[in-house]
């Protein structure tokens, strides 16, 4: 297969993924923005989490919350676990790595937070443990997964989601979960400030 060849095939998988995602999972994603506006609209903020490629995801949507998405409006109150290096290095150093969100978590989560973690698999032991520390803190938990949703997904309570890429390929999951994140902060948008034309 020569480069050419090589590259439409990485295009049309990823043309493929995103269809299956906007066929199975447009209800999902928007119980999850409604999720996210609620609790941000009663005060409270949104946590989130992801490892390697995830945790990139996961700092974009705390920067676009934080900052701004397509439109001048307020900022929201979000925060990423993956961006504070000195306390990531000094928990797995002190601790283990498994726990560089779960400690943050019960250190700065309340009852009325979310956490929106992030992980292809759904195995990550680092992201198990940050769903386990947000359930003891009575959070709810938004989880973007891919394959068979791991760990994660059999952690799921009755009012979590999780939003699972119809994928075995880790890198087309990653890049739906990028078009997920950015999908939720328009319907936030949207139902918080209301329909901007573009």
Known sequence: ?????????????????LHRCQEELPATIASAS???????????????CGNGGSANI??????????RF?????ALPAIAL??????????????????????QIRAIGHEGDILLVIS????????????????????QVIALTGKDGGDCARLMLSDDI?????????????ESHMTIIHVLCDLIDQQIFGTETY
């Open 82 to 103: 993956s961006t504070d290096s000195s306390t990531i290095t000094s928990i797995s150093n002190d601790y283990s790595y498994n726990e560089i969100f779960s400690k």
């Open 34 to 48: 409604e999720l996210m506006v609620q609790c941000l609209l009663s005060d409270r903020k949104i946590l989130t």
């Open 120 to 139: 292809s698999s759904g195995n990550s032991a680092s992201i198990v443990q940050a769903v386990q520390a947000a359930h003891d803190r009575a959070m």
């Open 70 to 74: 397509e439109r001048e409006r307020p």
């Open 58 to 67: 996961a700092q974009q949507l705390s920067s676009k919350m934080l900052n």
């Open 1 to 17: 297969m020569n480069l050419h060849d090589r590259v439409t095939d990485i295009f049309d998988d990823h043309l493929v993924t």
């Open 162 to 174: 999780e939003i699972r890429v119809p994928s075995e390929s880790t890198p087309r999951v990653q």
